[in-house]
């Protein structure tokens, strides 16, 4: 049976239509030919009786989230890599994501599963485990107005590296009398309070604010993070004694050694987090994800911290800019009232 997109299109062969505009979109025949593989195995899977949690055939439209589910799990039992069962998963999501978003499907029934995907990565066991007292030990030894600056916003904020480096001044809101200059506040920001706007624009190798950028944020959508009084004092002392920028775009984080005046890059801010974790015995040469503190490991600080004291994994996600859509627009309408609060009521303290 035909499924009809918005504009009323008959689709008979999902999977097809959807390869077709992955052709129309520009994507490679090897890119295609990957997504074929997939979505026909999960296509088998859900015509097979046995495996599917119903004992009925089922279409790629109907298909529900437990049949998403049984599919994982049954990736799992052929004890098929970690990597692999999260691109495949990946690969599925997209394709429901798209039929949804033309109308050809009525709902994306991968979104709850790569919740709970995501939630397990986060809860990964054999990760280095540290307590916010130890944390807060950690940065009492880092007594560079930079160092310390880019280590707390991090891990105030849970943000990505590249999303750090691509914050220009206009992207900062602090109390009137902070020395942020002549340069104005975007508009997503007025009557928030100390707040950061956290963009979905920059790209590697586009232009954004005037300035060729050499990282992408990989946010689904624009975020408003809420800055509490430890960050807003780290990052009044720091534009105190933030040298002169040689771009226009006035980047918040700039140098302080052979790259005088220039923005970080992610390569930077790596080396920063590593040497301080180095010296604290938390990074070594060679040492896993699971073992070395790196600013990734920051994100995960503040998911599994923030999460565990809020219960409310929605706005964990909104902070964290992982969700889109209705989603993220609910937070985003109920900031003032919902998110600060919250934020402002649970966060951490890591002085």
Known sequence: MAVETADGEAVEDPVAYFLQDMTYHGKTERTRDAYERVLRRFEAFLTDP??????????VSEASHRDCMAWIHSLRRADAADSTIATYASYLHRFYAYMTQVGAFEANPMT??????????DANPSRREISISG???????VHHPLDHAVMVTLLKTGMRVGE???LDCRDV????DTPLGDVSNRAQLDGRGPSL??????????TTNGERR????????STVVPVDEELEAVLTRWLAVRPDVTSPAEPLFVSTSGSWGNRLTTDMVHHLVERHAAERGWHRAGGDAEENVTPHYFRHFFTTHLRDRTGDRGIVKYLRGDVGGDIIDTYTHNWGDRV???????????F
């Open 197 to 206: 706007y956290v963009s979905a624009e920059p790209a590697a190798g586009g």
């Open 50 to 59: 046995e495996a599917n949690p119903m004992d009925a055939e089922k279409r």
């Open 135 to 141: 944390m807060r030990a950690f940065l009492r030894e």
């Open 164 to 166: 750090l480096c691509n």
């Open 173 to 176: 809101s602090l109390a009137d």
């Open 112 to 121: 709850l599963v790569m919740e709970e995907m995501d939630e397990q990565i």
């Open 214 to 221: 050499t990282a992408s944020n990989k946010r689904k959508r």
């Open 340 to 350: 600060r609060e919250t934020y402002e009521q649970h966060i951490y303290s890591l």
